[in-house]
């Protein structure tokens, strides 16, 4: 989605086009991944008066809006990445916590399967798989 495009998507759904909303969304570009604490301290750095409850709520509005997605890649705070991107899931290592973004089109069997199988169609950008990577396996 281009810029415009998401500027226009907000301004249809009713919500004004604030300069906290561009910092945020900014951010999570940026980061790639990032937790809303994460997402705070890097809009800090440019406007420190953006408190915590205006980085949740405006996620949470960019959410609404199709602009990130969260993903559950700890036991932490959720983490947001941009949908501007490929569509992806992630794969988490549980050792040393490395973290590897796969293309939805590596999932296909797997897809394909659910749909087949059980009627069901997966919404693959909040997947995460747990594991060890290769690296770690084995290690004690």
């Known amino acids: 989605m281009s810029d415009s495009d998401w500027r226009q998507a907000l301004r249809e759904k009713g919500y004004r086009l604030t300069p906290q909303r561009e910092l945020i969304l900014a951010a999570v570009d940026e980061l790639g ?23 949740y709520r405006t ?13 559950h890649l700890s036991d932490r705070a959720p983490t947001y990445h941009s949908t501007r ?21 590596e999932a296909a069997p797997f897809v394909e399967s659910l749909a087949t ?6 919404d693959l950008g909040h997947l995460t798989v747990f594991g060890e990577c290769h690296d770690c396996e084995g290690k004690s």
């Open 33 to 55: 991944h990032a937790t809303p604490d994460e997402v705070l301290a890097r809009v800090q750095q440019q406007a420190s008066t953006i408190n915590a409850s205006t980085v």
């Open 59 to 71: 996620l949470e509005v960019l959410e609404e809006l199709g602009l990130v997605r969260h993903a």
């Open 85 to 105: 991107g490929h569509v992806h899931f992630h794969l988490v290592c549980r050792r040393c916590h490395k973290v590897v973004s796969v293309d939805a089109e």
């Open 117 to 122: 199988r059980h009627a069901f169609s997966p």
